[in-house]
């Protein structure tokens, strides 16, 4: 007997085993959301709580966070506001509390063990580029940055 099966965590109902995940060997869990998909999650991430729904119902707190968020309504589908005054995206230009590599628009993927290193203008990449080191792809990027804004920012 497996004590996860027939369980419910928030939204989602444990149907049956999924495998196991290769990163840290939990077990994973195929789940019935409420809203009626399927997801795979680890049971951790079930029983911690940190998993409480295929995605929909951050979906949907999202959707009610921005009916009450006048700013946000002011500025609906005005893309104008993602970039600054030189058409770069604010994302490709400041360091988030998500970024774990310290240095903005380089990334790794644990998959391939790769690092990535990106800059998008007007809404394009123009440096998509993947490097085994991640020195390279440092240096890829500032001298993308030296290209586009003329400056390493």
């Given at each position: 007997m497996v004590p996860m099966l027939g369980k419910r965590f928030a939204r989602l109902l444990v149907l049956k085993r999924a495998g196991s995940n290769p990163n840290n060997g939990n077990a994973l869990w195929l789940c019935q959301c409420d809203c009626g998909n399927q997801v795979v999650v680890d049971g951790y991430s079930l029983r911690c709580g940190q998993t409480?729904?295929?995605?929909?119902?951050?979906?949907?707190?999202?959707?009610?966070?921005?009916?009450?968020?006048?700013?946000?309504?002011?500025?609906?589908?005005?893309?104008?506001?993602?970039?600054?005054?030189?058409?770069?995206?604010?994302?490709?230009?400041?360091?988030?509390?998500?970024?774990?590599?310290?240095?903005?628009?380089?990334s790794y993927d644990k998959a391939s063990e790769t690092w990535f290193a990106h800059l998008m203008i007007n809404y394009k990449y123009v440096l998509a580029k993947s490097f085994k080191d991640f020195d390279d792809a440092v240096a890829a990027r500032k001298k993308a940055e030296l290209k586009y804004y003329g400056k390493n920012r």
């Open positions: 409480r729904s295929c995605g929909c119902l951050k979906r949907e707190t999202s959707r009610e966070s921005i009916k009450h968020n006048p700013a946000f309504q002011k500025n609906v589908g005005n893309a104008n506001n993602l970039t600054d005054k030189d058409g770069i995206n604010y994302t490709s230009r400041d360091l988030t509390k998500r970024n774990k590599t310290g240095v903005v628009g380089v």
